[in-house]
T-cell receptor, first 113, second 115 residues
Framework: GQQLNQSPQSMFIQEGEDVSMNCTSS?????WLWYKQDPGEGPVLLIA?????ELTSNGRLTAQFGITRKDSFLNISASIPSDVGIYFC?????????????FGQGTILTVHP | DAGVIQSPRHEVTEMGQEVTLRCKPI?????LFWYRQTMMRGLELLIY????????DSGMPEDRFSAKMPNASFSTLKIQPSEPRDSAVYFC?????????????FGPGTRLLVL
């Protein structure tokens, strides 16, 4: 079945640093999504990407849909303590999957003040 | 919009008891997903529905787990009998499937502890 490899698994950074994480897939996706999960909460959608090559920003967050449609990255600029959490990538293959997503394993981000 | 609503937010029960988790999807969404999250296994898809019909339940761990969606605004996930290894956070998510732009929106989760 489809698998998403998300890296890195965890990151420990200083406040103010930039962060980069990525996901790669063995198969093509039509949609890439990035979620953030705060401790004790459900995943919250950060950015959605629907076209190959698309580059989208949401405040300090920037994400890109890879040209091959098999990868995506998320960058966070000038990190702050509230960026702490788990970041998940997810892909949608399209077709008759009824909205089913394939999730990466998550990147645990720790930001030291 | 109120978002996906789940209840209860926390559940503590004893082994052998029946547990029922509830979910109200976002109004107008036609697909509903149940996930389980643990430290060991991460986020696992258990079952999902489209237009109230179960599409794929291959992620349901065993016969002790069952899910229903009697109408477009309500779904339940039931564990009977519960076991300590069922302790996890259970999420419900909903989406508008079949459209051009697929996304899923998650509820806050139910934290289940089986003693």
């Amino acid at each position: 079945g489809q698998q998403l490899n998300q890296s890195p698994q965890s990151m420990f950074i200083q406040e103010g640093e930039d962060v980069s994480m990525n996901c790669t897939s063995s198969s093509i996706f039509n949609t890439w999504l990035w979620y953030k999960q705060d401790p004790g909460e459900g995943p919250v959608l950060l950015i959605a990407l629907y076209k190959a090559g698309e580059l989208t920003s949401n405040g300090r967050l920037t994400a890109q849909f890879g040209i091959t449609r098999k990868d995506s990255f998320l960058n966070i600029s000038a990190s702050i303590p509230s960026d702490v959490g788990i970041y998940f990538c997810a892909g949608h293959a399209g077709g008759t999957s009824y909205g089913k997503l394939t999730f990466g394993q998550g990147t645990i981000l720790t930001v030291h003040p | 919009d109120a978002g996906v609503i789940q209840s209860p937010r926390h559940e503590v029960t004893e082994m052998g008891q029946e547990v029922t988790l509830r979910c109200k999807p976002i109004s107008g969404h036609n697909s509903l997903f149940w996930y389980r999250q643990t430290m060991m296994r991460g986020l696992e898809l258990l079952i999902y529905f489209n237009n109230n019909v179960p599409i794929d339940d291959s992620g349901m761990p065993e016969d002790r787990f069952s899910a229903k969606m009697p109408n477009a605004s309500f779904s339940t996930l039931k564990i009977q009998p519960s076991e300590p290894r069922d302790s996890a956070v259970y999420f419900c998510a909903s989406s508008i499937a079949g459209g051009f732009q697929e996304t899923q929106y998650f509820g806050p989760g139910t934290r289940l502890l089986v003693l």
